[in-house]
């Protein structure tokens, strides 16, 4: 079970397996990085890191510190930590938010992006108008300290579409990832909500010029499909790819096909690595 200790007094948690190009995964908002397992196949592929946010998982827990420059700090710190010269970031959602805010720390370090159920800010205004309104997340942060583990289960089970999940895959679900994965520190799921509620990341899209595959569900109603479109439109290298009939975690409700897609796009843009 492998830790990095940061220069901030920090400790991350993250699994490595396999070999090959290395592919780094981080989870998103509250979760962990045992979300990921149902993309361990992807090890016979690649060396596939799975890192646990600061907060979440396995990692240290501190008091404050959870904007995204802190996140972004962190997986440069696994970066060099483990040596990595060059390697993709595959991020979910917060997730996602991390690597884009880490790509320009890591220059040439940083291959490949692949964004799922992105987006640059998480909150609607009146000329951003693809997010979900404010009250949202201040509604979500309310039933957080009214009931934790309740407000953490309703917001899993909305990552999810109506008919999204056969009976399979959600059992599958509840018995490998949901009764498995470690809940946040609550500090750090309301201070990281905080972060999600009030950053924007537009400004950094033309600066990252890596190839980017931005995997979104249409259906999703955590982060409009619009907005992973607008990431798609505006990352100089970026392409947009849509999965039907799926929500906020196509990974988790179409594994194979994501993985597929990953696998596909990495061995085009990193082939030679």
């Not at 993250?14 to 397992?37: C, N, R, S």
């Not at 979500?140 to 999204?164: K, P, T, V």
């Not at 990252?208 to 999703?220: M, N, S």
Request: aromatic share 8%.
């Amino acid at each position: 079970m492998p830790f990095l200790q940061t220069d901030h007094n920090l400790t991350i948690h993250y699994d490595d397996q396999g070999d090959g190009f290395p592919l780094v995964l981080v989870h998103g908002w509250a979760m962990e990085g045992g979300i990921w397992a149902f993309q361990r196949p992807l090890a016979s592929s690649f060396r596939l890191i799975v890192v646990d946010l600061r907060g979440h998982g396995r990692s240290t827990a501190p008091a404050d510190g959870y904007g995204l420059a802190d996140f972004a700090t962190d997986l440069v710190a696994l970066f060099d930590g483990l040596g990595l010269e060059r390697a993709a970031i595959v991020g979910w959602s917060l997730g996602a938010q991390a690597a884009l805010e880490a790509a320009p720390l890591l220059g040439n370090r940083l291959a490949a992006l692949v964004l799922v159920g992105a987006t640059p800010r998480f909150s609607a205004t009146e000329e951003w108008l693809h997010g979900l309104p404010a009250t949202e997340c201040r509604g979500l942060g309310l039933r957080l300290r009214r009931s934790f583990d309740a407000a953490l289960d309703g917001f899993f089970h909305s990552m999810f579409s109506e008919g999204e999940l056969s009976g399979e895959s959600e059992r599958l679900i509840g018995q490998e990832i949901a009764a498995s994965c470690r809940r946040p520190a609550a500090t750090a799921a309301q201070a990281a909500l905080v972060t999600l509620a009030g950053s924007d990341q537009r400004h950094l899209l033309e600066k990252i010029r890596v190839p980017a595959l931005v995997i979104h569900g249409d259906r999703d109603a955590i982060c409009p499909p619009e907005a992973g479109a607008h990431l798609a439109d505006h990352l100089p290298l970026g392409r947009f790819l849509l999965f039907a009939g799926t929500g906020h975690a196509p990974f988790l409700s179409r594994p194979r096909e994501f993985n597929s897609e990953v696998t596909r796009f990495l061995r085009e843009v990193a082939g030679d690595d």
